[in-house]
Each structure stands twice: as structure tokens, then as C-alpha cells.
């Protein structure tokens, strides 16, 4: 039987994919392990220890001056009596206040289990409360990770959203091409779109950058001088707020500029062999290449403060993707809806003045109530500013938050998929309601 060569392409094409998802499955999987098998992770022990406090009801446990990341840490717990409860809370250095740590158990052989924290906070003192009726003693013991092979639910999450980007790029592969080919006229309308904006101004472009980092001044004078906020988690507050505020920015600008990018080239439109599909990714890549200087920007402000970004920062290459990835789906779908919505822009005006205070620009997940905080994470830039803060403080990797990045690529791949869809599919009707 003789096989086509688009076909064949299509097999090929296919089953490659399958392979990178499955390779990428079994890597986010065991992660942890290649990590330790390098030498690139940590261990430690520390044990066993006595209950500090005993009561009949209650065993309470204390380690004070751990100073670790709390990321794959074991607790070894070994008590005859299967039936108590473990609650774990923990000090961030140079922070009174308490919070709180979940359990996952690993294994147990009936007298010892082994328990899994997961959180990425550095725990300077750590607490372990049991409660249950205990005939002997327990004893505790704290441990770096012992990590086993395996294939995690995540992980295959994962791999399978991969897939699905895959199986997206090839079924869109003429949309891409078509942008591809136009890619001078890319580069030379997005120039444009920078020098237009402030076309006849006296300082031009630098409006772009002189807004921005008022506001980054003002609230560096208010908040750190003025109110005199101290340190979150143990950075001094201007710099916790930059890495939030900068994507946030991006994010605004790009969904503002694709509201009226048909209207704003709607003679354009109206030309019969012009690609109007490039119009909003001209906004999308005009606003990231400010976004960038922002990103330099950020960079210099820790430089001020003598904080040197770790390796951990070559993640903003991950997060400053992903980002633009969710916004150019975003804006091929807000850009087909403006034209057959009139009022569009005011809605989403008042949609980003409320998202503003949704995502922790202004507050640390502690001051939310958990079930406010899970409705919150539902917003796709919580992932993003939460991450490009990771990033700059080097305490945890993307990996480390499974149902985020799950759900987040979710979201991205959903709008995106959609946004072309629909622009492909109204496209025709523009030139009529320009």
C-alpha cells in the first residue's frame, strides 16, 4: 500500500509529538530525582526528636533554626497509635507570624510514616502538633526527600497539554504560515505603531516608560519612605511590588491596544490581499518589546538594593512566554468581539480596573481567607505575577505548581484556539462594519 506524502507528514508529525509528550511526562515526573542524581538538590537530617509539649490529647514538636526550603521535606513520624492527626506550621525568617503547611503521605510501614511537604517557603522554625491518644511516646524526624521513579497525575496533565499544543500548531500550520510570511511587514508596522503613538510629541516614545515608572516611584516614596512598610518576605516591599506591577502592565496595555487595532487600521482592512490576522499580533509584539525594557528595568532596581538575581530568574524566559502566548490569543478574540461590540472597550476598561486589585500586586496569599484565594487563582495572571515574582526572589520553580501551570495552559491554549477561530471565521464581515 502506497502511502501519500502529505499523509506520511501528518504520521510522522504525529507520532513525534506523542514521543516529546511522553519524554516530557516522565521528565516533570521524576524532576526531583534527576535533580538529587546531579547533585544539585540538598539533603539533610535532622533526629530524632521528643515532643517539647505533652499533653494525653496532644504531642507537639519543635525545630528551631532549620533554615530550609520546605520543598520535597520529609517528616518522619513514628508512633505507635495510627490514628492522630498532624498539623504543621512554620516561621518565615525574620517573620513572627505562623503559617500553615499541608501533609501528603508517602508511605508507611505501621509504626513510622513518612510525610511529604511541598510548600516552597523557607522555614526558619518549624512545628509539628499531633493529637490523638498515644500509649508511647512519638518521635520526629526531618529529612530531605528520598525521591522514587515514577509518572505523577500532573505530570501526564502536562504532557497531554502538550499535545494538545502540538495538534493546535498543525491544524492552525496555514494561519502560522500566513504570519510567517508576512513577517517584514510585521516588523515594519510595529515600528510604526511605536513611533505613532506619541507622534508629535516632544519626548515621544519615553511616555511609554516615563508613566510606569512614576507610578513605581510614587508607591516606592509612599509605601517603603512614607508608611515605612517593612520587608515582605524578607525583601524590602518596592522590591516585591516591581516584578507584580511590570507584567500586570504588559498584560493592560496589550488587551487596551487590541480593542481598537481593526478600528485604528481599518483602511488596512479594507484592502482585499492584506493578512488583517497580523494586526493584533503587531500590538502584542510592539507592547513586549517595552515590556522587555521594563524587565531590564526590574533587573536594575534589585541592582540598587545590591540583590543579585539567581539562576532562578531564567524562568522570566518561561513566564514572559507564557504570558504572550494567553495575551495573542487574547487579543485576536478581543479584537474580533470590538468590532461587533461597540461598548467593548469601556467593559474591559472596567474588567482591568478590577483585576488590578484581583492579583497580588498589593497583598501576600496569607491575607486572604483560603476560599478568597482559591476563587482568585482562577485569574490566569495570578500564575504569571506570581511567577515573574518567584523569579526574582529564586525560591520556587514553575514546576512546583502542578494545578497552576496545569490550569494555566489550559486557559491559554482554550483562548487562544478560540481567539483564532473566531477571527478567522468573522474576519469576513470586518471590512462591512469598519
Known amino acids: 500500500m502506497r502511502i501519500d506524502k502529505p499523509k506520511a507528514i501528518k504520521i510522522v508529525y504525529f507520532v513525534v509529538s ?138 501526564c496533565a502536562m504532557g497531554f497539554a502538550f499535545f494538545l499544543v502540538m495538534y493546535m500548531l498543525f491544524r492552525l500550520r496555514y494561519f502560522f504560515f500566513d504570519i510567517y510570511k508576512n513577517k517584514e511587514v510585521i516588523k515594519m508596522l510595529v515600528l510604526n505603531d511605536l513611533k505613532s503613538r506619541y507622534a508629535g510629541s516632544f519626548l515621544g516614545i519615553m511616555w511609554s516608560f516615563i508613566q510606569p515608572v512614576l507610578t513605581i516611584l510614587v508607591f516606592w516614596f509612599v509605601f517603603q519612605l512614607g508608611f515605612k ?102 487579543s485576536w478574540l478581543i479584537a474580533s468581539l470590538s468590532v461587533f461590540m461597540k461598548d467593548l472597550a469601556q467593559i474591559i476598561g472596567i ?9 497580588p500586586v498589593f497583598w501576600t496569599e496569607d491575607m486572604m481567607a483560603p476560599g478568597v484565594l482559591t476563587v482568585l487563582k482562577l485569574n490566569p495572571i495570578y500564575y504569571i505575577v506570581q511567577g515573574y515574582r518567584d523569579c526574582m526572589e529564586g525560591t520556587v520553580f514553575f514546576w512546583q505548581y502542578p494545578l497552576l501551570t496545569v490550569y494555566f495552559w489550559a486557559f491559554s491554549i482554550a483562548v487562544f484556539w478560540g481567539g483564532i477561530t473566531l477571527f478567522e471565521k468573522s474576519q469576513k464581515h470586518f471590512a462591512d462594519l469598519l
Open 18 to 155: 506523542i514521543v516529546l509528550a511522553a519524554l516530557l511526562t516522565l521528565l516533570l515526573s521524576n524532576l526531583y530525582w534527576i535533580q538529587q542524581r546531579l547533585g544539585n538538590t540538598e539533603k539533610f537530617f535532622y533526629g530524632p526528636f521528643q515532643p517539647y509539649e505533652n499533653t494525653q490529647d496532644q504531642q507537639r514538636f519543635a525545630i528551631n533554626d532549620l533554615n530550609h526550603t520546605m520543598s520535597h521535606m520529609m517528616l518522619s513520624i513514628s508512633a505507635v497509635n495510627k490514628d492522630y492527626t498532624a498539623e504543621v506550621h512554620y516561621q518565615l525568617p525574620g517573620d513572627t507570624s505562623f503559617y500553615s503547611a499541608s501533609l501528603s503521605l508517602r508511605e508507611s510501614d505501621g509504626v513510622t510514616s513518612h510525610y511529604i511537604l511541598k510548600s516552597g517557603d523557607m522555614a526558619q522554625n518549624l512545628y509539628v502538633d499531633l493529637y490523638g491518644t498515644f500509649t508511647q511516646t512519638p518521635t520526629l524526624s526531618v529529612s530531605s526527600e528520598t525521591p522514587t521513579l515514577g509518572i505523577t497525575p500532573v505530570a
Open 229 to 330: 512598610n517593612p520587608p515582605v518576605q524578607d525583601i524590602p516591599y518596592i522590591l516585591w511590588f516591581i516584578p507584580a506591577y511590570i507584567p500586570w502592565m504588559y498584560f493592560q496595555e496589550v488587551v487596551i491596544n487590541a480593542t481598537g487595532c481593526l478600528r485604528e487600521y481599518s483602511y488596512l482592512v479594507k484592502k482585499i490581499k492584506f493578512k488583517i490576522s497580523i494586526l493584533p499580533v503587531i500590538k502584542v509584539v510592539s507592547s513586549f518589546l517595552i515590556h522587555l525594557c521594563f524587565i531590564a528595568f526590574m533587573f536594575f532596581a534589585y541592582g540598587v538594593y545590591g540583590i543579585k538575581p539567581s539562576l532562578m530568574a531564567l524562568q522570566l524566559l518561561y513566564y514572559s512566554f507564557a504570558m504572550a502566548f494567553m495575551v495573542c490569543g487574547l
Open 351 to 359: 474588567i482591568l480596573q478590577l483585576g488590578y486589585f484581583a492579583i
